[in-house]
């Protein structure tokens, strides 16, 4: 074991594991490219749903339930099976990630807008507000810390999956890990675990401190 460490630490720090088209740092950008993107998609389409459904209480059934399958969905089997409707193209990859993130969003965005105290809403309509202003006003700023910590969860998990893209022979982090098996390199498997366990917790850690940030001296809403 200690000699694998060993072996581990040369190959993370190694200036040509960092060079070259090869390279942690190619790999990387690639890893944080896939995963922001989907999860950019997956917010653009998971947080009207969220916001909707929590403000009107409609559908919300229907939503979850539908959010909770793409949760069930296999990844590596989606992957393959858009892989063959759609050929040789990054849109399998970026489909199963984003039908990853997409549950997390929504669960997190409708029970945020939820768990608003009715008498708030109330109070803001008492007030003149209408629909649109409570949901802008009252409802959102209230709901944000749950809003963003699905955002969070989401970014995590595509971060740790996205190393699937590797398994239809694009790039990131998760080449190290495929090629590191099929040549048996059990040094080139773990650096690639580290390393995507590195980045997950690096982004979570960012996004937990932006989160708190954010919140910590946040005014009451209008009530």
Known sequence: MGELLKD????????????????????????????????AVAAVIALPIGLLIGHTGRGAFLAINLASFGRALPTVGLIVL????????????????????????????????????????????????????????VEIPLALP??????????????????????VSFGGLGRYVFDGLAQRDL???????????????????LLAALQRALFRNRPAPIA
């Open 82 to 137: 858009v892989f063959l409707a759609s050929g040789l193209s990054m849109t399998p990859v970026y489909v199963s990630l984003v039908a990853l993130a997409v549950p997390s969003v929504v669960t997190n965005t409708y029970a945020g807008m939820r768990a608003v105290d009715p008498d708030t809403r109330d109070a803001a309509r008492g007030q003149g507000m209408r629909a649109h202003q409570v949901l802008l006003r």
């Open 8 to 39: 581990l630490g040369t190959w993370l720090t190694s200036q040509e594991q960092w060079s070259g088209s090869d390279g942690i740092a190619n790999r990387l950008g690639e890893h944080l490219e896939y995963s922001l993107i989907a999860t």
């Open 146 to 167: 749950l809003i963003m910590t699905g955002l969070r969860l989401a970014l995590i998990q595509v971060v740790a999956t996205a190393t699937i893209a590797a398994y």
């Open 187 to 205: 040094v080139q498997v773990l650096g690639g675990a580290v390393l995507v366990a590195a980045v997950a917790l690096v982004l979570d850690l």
